[in-house]
């Protein structure tokens, strides 16, 4: 089983792209500019988004992969000056803070430790001492295969009048987002959509909306305030803020109808299913998952390993044809990543991965 002559890649995102999604990035291009079409096949798009997320908030899609949706949602809400709390128990949630100081904002970094589970009393205590406008926190932090539950810490910030940012770029798709209790909840094309990376996708509340009126854009590329006032509602051309991704919006919807056609409940069982064989698998070659079982990803399981993770991962590339991925940072050289998302969730996948995985480190 491969995905082209060669390999089968099981990174978590990019992904390997389904033969529909594939043929949709072939679609004839139409001129959004021009051509009335573009308009209807667009609010398509941003409807089954709507369906994925269970909202009624306005879904926008942004033409850059993952990090633009992070950058634009700081840069839109945050004016120069203003605090936001930025919750960290990985890297990515680490990162927001350096898009807040990009953009002129005081990022009051609550760090509570690698994997670590974040207790919505303290961050009651720190909305109540620092008047934040916005707090930011990472759903699935990939890197480590940790699934944040998030939703007591949504409450209190819902509670304390504070907009909340969510990135769910690694688990949108794959697993259940609260989105209903979020401000602005971003995706990304490449993780569990399985499309081309290219795309983020982001939810907006009207609060979310209101604050980003109010505060004054530091930018146009990484501003959600263009999209604000995009009349989607005719059946004639409209005028975006910039020539949008086509084929890769066709790719995304391609994937979307995938995802809507199997169900939503049907696709959140099949990716606890594979990640349960995966981490079964990994027991098996004597693998622990990094973070404890109970809030290990749906999406990716990230496996300790007692080092040399380049060359493992380059070893199962080379013998076997598997793209794996290592862990970043401080977990560069102990963690290889098995990503099983989207069309990666698929216990054959699964069992060939950690297949070549076992025979490597054995
Ligand atoms: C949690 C998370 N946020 C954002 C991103 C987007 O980053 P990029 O698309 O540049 O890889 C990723 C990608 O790995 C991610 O895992």
């Known amino acids: 089983?491969?995905?082209?002559?060669?390999?089968?890649?099981?990174?978590?995102?990019?992904?390997?792209?389904?033969p529909e999604v594939r043929e949709a990035l072939g679609r004839p291009l139409v001129n959004p500019d021009v051509e009335p079409g573009f308009t209807a096949d667009y609010r398509r798009l941003l409807d089954k988004l709507a369906e994925v997320h269970g909202t009624d908030d306005d879904v926008v899609v942004l033409g850059g992969e993952g990090i633009l949706g992070l950058e634009a949602s700081v840069a839109s809400l945050v004016a120069s000056g203003e605090t936001v709390l930025c919750l960290a128990n990985g890297l990515y949630g680490e990162g927001f803070a350096d898009f807040v100081e990009t953009h002129g904002g005081e990022a009051v970094v609550h760090s509570v430790g690698e994997g670590e589970v974040f207790d919505p009393d303290e961050i009651a205590s720190l909305a109540d001492e620092h008047d934040p406008v916005a707090a930011t926190m990472v759903h699935c932090e990939t890197p480590i295969g940790l699934l944040n539950d998030?939703?007591?810490?949504?409450?209190t910030l819902q509670d304390a009048g504070v907009l909340t940012v969510v990135d769910a770029v690694s688990s949108l798709g794959g697993t259940p987002v609260p989105t209903q209790r979020i401000d602005v909840c971003l995706g990304a094309s490449q993780k569990c959509f399985s499309s081309p990376p290219g795309l983020s996708t982001l939810t907006v509340s009207e609060r979310a909306w209101e604050k980003v009126e109010a505060t004054p854009q530091d930018s146009?590329?990484?501003?959600?305030?263009?999209?604000?006032?995009?009349?989607l509602d005719t059946d004639q051309a409209v005028l975006l803020p910039y020539t949008h991704l086509t084929s890769n919006l066709y790719a995304l919807e391609a994937s979307l109808d995938r995802l809507l056609e199997e169900g939503l409940e049907a696709v959140y069982e099949r990716h606890e299913d594979v990640a349960e064989r995966c981490r079964e698998r990994g027991r098996e070659a004597g693998l622990d998952p990094l973070p404890?079982?109970?809030?290990?990803?749906p999406t990716v399981t990230a496996f300790e390993i007692d080092g040399g993770a380049e060359?493992?991962?380059?070893?199962?590339?080379?013998?076997?044809?598997?793209?794996?991925?290592?862990?970043l940072a401080d977990h560069?050289?102990?963690?290889?990543?098995?990503?099983?998302?989207?069309?990666g969730a698929d216990r054959e996948r699964v069992d060939v991965a950690m297949d070549a995985l076992a025979d490597v480190l054995n």
């Not at 995905?3 to 990174?11: F, G, N, V, Y």
């Not at 998030?150 to 409450?155: K, S």
């Not at 590329?221 to 009349?231: F, G, I």
């Open 1 to 18: 089983m491969t995905d082209t002559d060669e390999r089968l890649l099981m990174t978590p995102g990019p992904t390997a792209l389904p």
């Open 311 to 327: 060359r493992v991962c380059r070893e199962v590339r080379e013998r076997h044809g598997i793209v794996l991925s290592t862990g």
């Open 292 to 297: 404890p079982v109970d809030r290990s990803s």
């Open 220 to 231: 146009f590329y990484a501003s959600l305030e263009p999209w604000r006032d995009v009349d």
């Open 150 to 155: 998030i939703e007591g810490v949504l409450e």
């Open 332 to 343: 560069a050289d102990d963690v290889v990543r098995v990503g099983h998302m989207g069309y």
